[in-house]
């Protein structure tokens, strides 16, 4: 047992508990990582010590790294660094005293001693010996030892059950995952290294992802060079993919196949432009691109609705339709958009009242609803009670479900509950690291924390996925405020206008840019956007626009303020 800063670590059953004795959860990695740091003696642990130890033969790259940390953090209520610090020249320690108390030893009651049977006189050594008797005596003497071990196994069993947790010890391994080799059908010189780029990445991707394992590729030799092509030993799935190129684009096609039978599951393409001078961020963009499909589809495909839970009344085709139109009035919403789909789901919801996958989807879009401040105050009320209790059901019949933790990461975004909504959302990136939508909302969670340059790196790590593009303006319009929050103006200017030029119809965005431009010393361009802005949301002053305090950080709070300091400057009226 490891203690430090109020909290223990309890190595046997690889759990911690605050100071009130409740167990926090970790995933696996991050208690590892946790372990790592309190057994380090202070010392400092360079990020390449942390990658090796806590994913060992597996190559992964520095964000999941940054996950670990982050969800450390907001486990140990780190908010402001004082316990996984960043040390100068990089790595990180924990910055605690840990003390080490050596746990009791079990006292178990030890089995009565078998007593020896006195020997025979010596006369009687001489006798001769029936075999029966002495078989008799070998079986009684096999009998009380195999007794002994039978009790011995039960009371081990009995004292090691509470420590290894029965549900481990039958817990069904997860689905096995082989990504094949990417085929370059380029036709072009930069194809062959492309590939390999694209087949590393993608199988750091979906080695992330909590509920299946990767394996590796056999290597097959022919004529004397080996290949990476043939199918991995007993793999459940596989990935097989293809690189092409044109005149316009980098394009890569993928799709998941059921090993064995070789059905294809699901089939996908992503596109990028040939024109783009990054090829980190053409090969990043390319891997998100089917990797964000490829994961939902296996996270349904694993993940199915309990059977309560089935369509009924309606069609399988119809809900998906309207489920799929909800999703992208969610990721590009205008209110007018926002209010189609809100009334498809609820037709589609009247049509089959036990679907709980619209009824998810319904509450996914109206809290949505609520951050853009489209309903009244009575109505949010309503809203949120009703979805709280939605989600609560849907938790239960699909806890690793990523439609079902966005929705409740957006449930705890919207009411103002941000580091549950960090540690929700990187459940969700635990099954879909590409991610947009939970990225964007760990980046809103980090900026009422008061934690800007995470903010932004989290925004800018979504903007390098890109996925899916429709969602592409609130992370670029997160960019935007994170960095007016740390004062600089006109360094925020490009990702507001960026955001704008996707969806502009959203108030708050001009009124966003409005500050930039007043923080910039650009006056007439700072009140032209308040006045577009206050177009688009009348109404709007100085009492409403300001953001919801409850839970927020005194440093996101006092940051604010001073953007809407910079709105009223611009013109935006008080009351």
């Known amino acids: 047992m490891l203690r430090f800063a109020g909290f223990e670590l309890d190595q046997q059953r690889a759990e911690v508990r605050g100071a009130d004795g409740v167990a926090i959860k970790l995933r696996p990695k991050t208690f590892e990582m946790l372990r790592l740091f309190a057994t380090s003696g202070g010392r400092v642990l360079t990020k390449q010590e942390l990658m090796e130890a806590v994913w060992p033969n597996v190559h992964v790259g520095e964000d999941s790294l940054f996950q670990c940390i982050r969800e450390l953090r907001t486990a140990l209520g780190d908010e402001r660094r004082q316990l996984i610090k960043l040390a100068s020249g990089g790595g990180y320690l924990l910055a605690a005293e840990v003390a080490a108390e050596q746990g009791a030893a079990l006292e178990l009651p030890l089995a009565e001693p078998v007593k020896a049977e006195p020997a025979p006189p010596t006369e009687a050594v001489a006798a001769p010996l029936s075999p029966r008797p002495l078989l008799r005596g070998l079986r009684r003497r096999v009998g009380i030892a195999a007794g002994a071990g039978l009790c011995a196994m039960i009371l081990g069993f009995a004292v090691a059950v509470p420590v290894w947790k029965p549900e481990l010890l039958f817990r069904r391994a997860p689905p096995r995952l082989a990504v094949m080799p990417i085929v370059d059908a380029s036709n072009d010189p930069r194809g062959a290294m492309m590939a390999a780029e694209v087949t590393s990445r993608l199988t750091d991707g979906f080695a992330r992802i909590q509920n299946v394992s990767v394996v590796a590729p056999r290597s097959s030799a022919v004529a004397g060079v080996e290949k990476a092509s043939a199918p991995a030993a007993a793999s459940d799935y596989e990935i097989r993919g293809e690189l092409h190129h044109s005149d316009q684009s980098w394009t890569l096609r993928a799709r998941i196949i059921r090993a064995g039978t070789g059905e294809v599951q699901s089939v996908v393409a992503a596109s990028v432009s040939a024109d783009e001078a990054d090829a980190q961020l053409q090969q990043s963009r390319l891997v998100a691109g089917v990797g964000h499909v490829l994961a939902r589809r296996l996270n349904d495909t694993l993940e199915p609705s309990a059977p309560s839970f089935r369509t009924r009344g309606a069609s399988a085709g119809g809900d998906k339709v309207a489920i799929e139109q909800a999703i992208a009035s969610i990721n590009q919403t205008t209110r007018e958009r926002f209010g189609m789909a809100q009334s498809m789901l ?173 923080r910039a010393g650009r006056s007439e361009e700072a009140k032209a956007a308040i006045e577009q802005g206050l177009k688009l949301r009348p109404g709007t002053n100085r009492q409403n626009v300001s953001p919801p305090r409850m839970n927020a950080s005194p440093v996101f709070l006092a940051a604010s303020d001073r953007v809407v300091q910079s709105m009223v400057d611009a013109g935006l009226p008080e009351q």
């Open 346 to 518: 609820q037709k589609a919801l009247e049509d089959d009242p036990d679907n709980l996958d619209i009824a998810v989807a319904l509450s996914s879009l109206q809290l949505r609803g609520i951050q853009m401040v489209w309903f009244s105050p009575e109505e949010a009320a309503a809203v949120e009670a009703k979805a709280n209790a939605t989600l609560e059901q849907a938790l239960r019949s699909k806890p690793n479900s990523i439609p079902v933790l966005e929705a409740y990461c957006r449930f705890l975004s919207a009411t103002n509950h941000f580091v549950e909504s960090l540690v929700t959302c990187a459940k969700a990136l635990s099954f879909d690291p590409w991610n947009g939508p939970a990225l964007y909302l760990i980046g809103l969670g980090q900026i009422h924390l008061g934690r800007f340059d995470d903010a932004l790196a989290t925004f800018r790590q979504a903007d390098r996925y890109d996925t899916p593009p429709s969602s592409r303006w609130t992370w670029l319009l997160g960019a935007g405020w994170a960095t007016l929050l740390k004062g600089q103006g006109e360094e925020a200017l490009p990702w507001l206008q960026r955001s704008i030029a996707i969806t502009s119809a959203s108030g708050r965005s001009h009124m966003l840019l409005a500050a930039a431009y007043h």
